[in-house]
């Protein structure tokens, strides 16, 4: 069984099909990919996975789970962590403070965990934080503010808080928007780096070149329904996928679907931005 199952998964606002029968699955230790065109769904499926917009039909379960009826704070403490698309941090905290208050996530039984070990929980988050700064390597900025940063780095740092929460799965909503090629490339390669830390991730982005060199599996969104999945060779060559992206990017997913080499490979493919950010 995948850690994160879907099935028949639709989600219809006011009849219009925004998620329209998708079946989808994460395995434990991958990194699996969404990409489609703006609209597609991507945020949707998202939302609907983690408890942010109501599924109309179909399930999801996580670690063997059904989700049906868990509010999203509780299947963010099952390890179902997400990102946002627009990002939010706390701009009078420090970078450290922005990551702890992810860390720091109170259970029923911490005040037991108080009594008879005092400071264990606040200690174990500390660690944490300083995991997901080193992961990203931004512990050189850990006592900055946010407003000291650059869009990249803020973008960096948005990605740490969530891997900061300790996850399962970490479903990451467009973290390379607004990044260079370089940064982006580097963010991958980041990416890569936490499923050592026995992080899994979902990752939805525009950047072709991102999602092509760093995923395991990936899925393609049109219209609310997937019309295509599978490795990052057998997609980026799917007609229905080039198809999806005429009128968009053709040049650029046609370009993508003759790349011959990987940078996991060890060859760089420059990124490429489909999509209208
Ligand atoms: N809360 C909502 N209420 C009504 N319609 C919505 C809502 N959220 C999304 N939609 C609609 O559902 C469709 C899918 O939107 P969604 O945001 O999931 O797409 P996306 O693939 O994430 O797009 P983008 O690449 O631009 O982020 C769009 O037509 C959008 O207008
Ligand atoms: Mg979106």
Known sequence: ?????????????????????????????????LIG??????????DAITGFTSITEGYVTFDG?????????????????????SLELFEDLTVRDNLLVAAERPRW????????????????????????????QLTDLADKHPSDLSHGQRKLIGVA????????????????????????????????????LGVSLFLID???????????????????KVIAHGPPAQVRADPAVIAAYLGESAGEA????????SRRAGVATPATEVGDE
């Open 206 to 224: 525009h950047d072709m070149g991102l999602v092509l060199n760093v995923c395991d599996y990936i899925y393609v969104l049109d219209f609310g």
């Open 37 to 46: 065109p703006n609209g597609a769904g991507k945020t949707t499926f998202i």
């Open 109 to 136: 039984y911490s005040f037991l965990a108080d009594v008879f070990w005092p400071g264990r929980g606040k200690q174990a988050a500390l660690d944490q934080v300083e995991v997901a700064l080193e992961a990203l």
């Open 65 to 85: 789970e059904d989700l049906a009826g868990k509010r999203p704070d509780a299947r963010s403490q099952m390890g179902l962590v997400r990102t946002f698309q």
């Open 254 to 261: 046609q370009a993508e679907a003759g790349a011959s080499a």
């Open 161 to 196: 808080r969530a891997l900061a929460a300790k996850p399962k799965l970490l479903l990451l909503d467009e973290p390379a928007a607004g990044l260079d090629t370089k940064e982006s490339q580097l963010l991958g390669d980041h990416l890569r780096s936490f499923l050592d």
């Open 1 to 33: 069984m995948a850690l994160l199952e879907a099935r028949g998964l639709s989600v219809s606002y006011g009849g219009l099909y925004a998620n329209d029968d998708i079946d989808l699955d994460c395995e434990a230790g991958q990194l699996v990919g």
